[in-house]
Nanobody
Framework: VELGESGGGLVQAGGSLRLSCVVS????????MGWFRQAPGKEREFVAV????????DLGDSVRDRFAISRDNAKATVYLQMNNLKPEDTAVYYC????????????????WGPGTQVTVSS
């Protein structure tokens, strides 16, 4: 399974970005998809997850009111819409695929993309 993120970049505080992650090598609709992020010197943290048919979504507490996750099974793509970005959102963002679970624990995710950098300036 291969995952590839895109859409990262530099944005001012209050701005928006939409990240995309394209998945190949496995039936996309059979996978739960998540987003995680890792800032320098910090642990990789959960951001969002969406179930196979989009009937379950979970968002991290710090992004719940600002971010949204969605997917297009026909395009094998998962998205992360990030609004009202803050400097503390600066991190490398990773998409990840889980065959069995929608839990927040990164141990449930079997495949990971290389990440895309998001930098929010104040």
């Amino acid at each position: 399974v291969e995952l590839g993120e895109s859409g990262g970049g530099l944005v001012q505080a209050g701005g928006s970005l939409r990240l995309s992650c394209v998945v190949s090598g496995r039936t996309f609709s059979a996978l739960h998809m998540g987003w995680f992020r890792q800032a320098p010197g910090k642990e990789r943290e959960f951001v969002a997850v969406i179930s196979r048919e989009s009937d379950y979504i979970d968002l991290g507490d710090s992004v719940r009111d600002r971010f949204a996750i969605s997917r297009d099974n026909a395009k094998a793509t998962v998205y992360l819409q990030m609004n009202n970005l803050k400097p503390e959102d600066t991190a490398v963002y990773y998409c990840a695929a889980a065959p069995l679970s929608t839990r927040r624990d990164k141990g449930y995710y079997a495949w990971w993309g290389p990440g895309t950098q998001v930098t929010v300036s104040s």
